[in-house]
């Protein structure tokens, strides 16, 4: 089961880490040949106990990603079977559209295009630490919580 948006901000103040990911940060943790593998991968097994929160779309995003990585030959996947334990999906839908147009969140953050924008919406609403390696995110530290992996 996925969070609703009214869930979000609710779902923040039961737990003690909630990290939101973002599509850079876990393709960089499953992909070997990432420039941020190393530093994704530490902050996968150092958060290994701690709550990681995915937009449902990053599904999506990440097998998208992977496709484009393979057929340029970019793409060596981890070892194994891993999997991330402890994680939980977003809901995206109306509510959530309709609560960042209540807040005047698209106006804070116009500068940012596609899925960046709705990670940067999140995290402002549920005031959850975005955890990224994408420097589009730089310009609004002081309206989310950024955790910086590159």
Known sequence: MGLSVDHLWLYNQNMTNNYLIDNSALFGWANTKDRYHSVCKRFFEEHQNDELLFPIHSLFEFQASRSRKIKGGDFQGLPGNYRLKNKKFIDINRKLYDECQRRGIFEKFKELKGADLLYACIAHIG?????TCDSDF????????LMKLS
């Open 127 to 131: 005031k959850y630490t975005l955890v």
């Open 138 to 145: 730089d310009a609004y530290r002081d309206d989310i919580s």
